[in-house]
């Protein structure tokens, strides 16, 4: 069916958030195409996702080499629907890829190394069909390979044109420091750093999220439903089709405990207290630092993503919710 993407699309209530230091101004929801996009998912459901995203203000789709499955599968999917819909929205859009982690086989297809970064950008370029990334990132910190090797193959990336800012994700906080300074020496700025953010995993709460605000580097959260345990899908247990539930699903059945749950039900409980679904309060919560830059979510349906976009209609959290939240989180 022919798209013609939403006049209103700027107007319908999504909030942009400057990217650290950058001139870039982020939606504080952007879209994750991990799972769903794949060769095994079903191919117009992706279309509709990626459409509604579009027509509800979301300009930042996040993507890796290893997106799937099958691994490239998602870039390939993603090249498709840009090809079809997208063409008069290109600089619209921010457009994000990564490599670092197992691509193909040999000693080239993982890691960090120069070979694998720059190999795996050019496959990403071909599959999504595009001339440049706007941000690359190096997916993962990689301590078998020098990090001035990695960090020299991003300047090299941007100085080629084949993207235009980059980024690191899941790196250390030393190593990070080293990445924003010796980025920083050479003119490239570090666009973004990405790891994992939600009420069940506050790590960076601790020094990743305040050293790379002090940096100037914006911070992207992903996971941050935790992949779908922060929402009232497996209150009565694991549902068909769900991602603990598919063999490919990265969330295992085992991550569905009953403490896990215990506390998902406590959450819900003052979700509804406070007129959202669980979704909503968690993509909330993990907004609620203006530092946090955005929010990658993953979607399995245009229901479940037009569910969370109506988190932006309160993202305001009182001090007695914020002390109850932590009192559920931390079980006591
Ligand atoms: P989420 O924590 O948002 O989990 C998404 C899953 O939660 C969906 O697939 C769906 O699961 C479920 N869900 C979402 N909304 C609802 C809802 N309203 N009601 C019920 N269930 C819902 O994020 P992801 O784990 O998918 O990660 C998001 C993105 O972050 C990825 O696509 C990727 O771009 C990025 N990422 C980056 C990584 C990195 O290493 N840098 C690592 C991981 C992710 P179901 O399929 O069961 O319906």
Redesign the pocket.
């Known amino acids: 069916m022919f798209y013609q993407a939403d006049a209103q699309r700027y107007q319908k209530g999504m909030i942009y958030r400057k990217c650290g230091n950058s001139g870039i101004q982020l939606p504080v929801l952007s879209?994750?195409?991990?799972?769903?996009f794949g060769s095994a998912d079903v191919f117009d459901n992706g279309v509709a996702m990626i459409r509604h995203a579009f027509d509800n203000g979301i300009t930042h789709f996040?993507?890796?080499n290893n997106?799937g499955p099958l691994p490239g599968s998602a870039e390939e999917n993603f090249g498709k629907i840009l090809k079809k819909d997208f063409q008069a929205h290109r600089d619209e859009m921010i457009i994000t890829t990564?490599a670092g982690?197992l691509m193909w086989p040999g000693p080239y297809g993982d890691g960090s190394s120069r070979k694998n970064l720059i190999s795996s950008l050019n496959q990403s370029l071909k599959r999504m069909q595009l001339d440049y990334v706007d941000v690359f990132?190096s997916?993962?910190y990689d301590a078998t390979t020098p990090i001035e090797e990695t960090l020299q193959t991003l300047v090299d990336i941007v100085k080629q044109g084949k993207a235009l800012y980059v980024g690191i994700?899941?790196y250390p906080l030393n190593e990070a420091t080293f990445a924003y300074n010796y980025l920083k020496e050479q003119n490239i700025q570090c666009l973004m750093h990405?790891?994992?953010y939600?009420m069940f995993t506050r790590a960076i709460e601790e020094s990743v999220l305040p050293n790379a605000a002090e940096y100037g580097v914006g911070f992207i959260a992903?996971?941050?439903?935790?992949?779908?345990l922060?929402?009232?899908?497996y209150l009565h247990g694991i549902?068909e089709?769900?991602?603990?539930?598919?063999p490919d699903?990265?969330?295992k059945a085992e991550q569905v405990t009953d403490e896990v749950i215990a506390k998902v039900a406590q959450l819900n409980k003052l979700a509804s207290e406070r007129g959202q679904?669980l979704?909503e309060m968690a993509l909330a919560w993990t907004m609620r630092n203006e530092s946090v830059s955005s929010v990658?979510?993953?979607?399995?349906?245009v229901?479940?993503?037009n569910?969370?976009l109506k988190c932006l209609e309160n993202l305001s959290f009182d001090s007695q919710e914020l002390i109850l939240i932590d009192r559920i989180l931390s079980g006591k």
């Open positions: 879209m994750g195409l991990w799972h769903n996040d993507l890796a997106y990564k982690h990132y997916h993962r994700s899941k990405q790891d994992r939600s992903f996971s941050p439903l935790a992949q779908g922060l929402t009232n899908k549902p089709g769900s991602r603990a539930a598919r699903g990265f969330l679904t979704a990658i979510i993953g979607a399995s349906s229901k479940q993503l569910d969370n």
